[in-house]
């Protein structure tokens, strides 16, 4: 969270984790697990986010795709990949398209490299359609 917020100065805020009884929304864990409570500004939705929309935003953010991922991208300037960035993780709002909901991690060099990711932030972002 602390990356996701740093990487697209969200105002995201964490407010502590609870712990429900309820069944959990990801298929396959049981009950009983740990859940992060955050609270955000409201944003006022402004049409729907698109995967053309997403990757102006992160490719203007410096940002390459990984083709063959799950919505994944990668930053070779700092490591920073994320997966998960398909439009249900993004608000179109009036002030633009916010990120709300992707995972984040940060990987040296040589585990970008590892990876087949190329770490010359000059190479060119190609738009894959998804």
Do not use: C, H, M, N
């Given at each position: 969270m602390a990356l996701h917020i740093e990487v697209f100065a969200s105002d995201?805020?964490?407010?502590?984790?609870?712990?429900?009884d309820k069944p959990s929304m990801i298929i396959g864990q049981p009950s009983g697990?740990?859940?992060?409570?955050?609270?955000?500004?409201?944003?006022?939705?402004?049409?729907?986010?698109t995967n053309e929309a997403i990757h102006h935003l992160l490719a203007e953010e410096g940002f390459r795709p990984v083709p063959s991922?799950?919505?994944g991208?990668?930053?070779?300037e700092d490591?920073?990949?994320i997966v998960d960035a398909k439009p249900d993780n993004f608000i179109r709002t009036t002030e633009g398209l916010l990120a709300i909901d992707l995972q984040m991690?940060?990987?040296?060099?040589?585990?970008?490299?590892?990876?087949?990711?190329r770490s010359d932030p000059a190479s060119p972002v190609i738009y894959i359609p998804r």
């Open positions: 995201l805020r964490l407010e502590g984790v609870t712990i429900s697990q740990p859940s992060i409570v955050i609270s955000q500004r409201w944003y006022k939705k402004d049409g729907v986010a991922s799950y919505f991208w990668y930053r070779p490591g920073v990949v991690a940060q990987f040296t060099t040589d585990q970008l490299a590892a990876a087949g990711l």
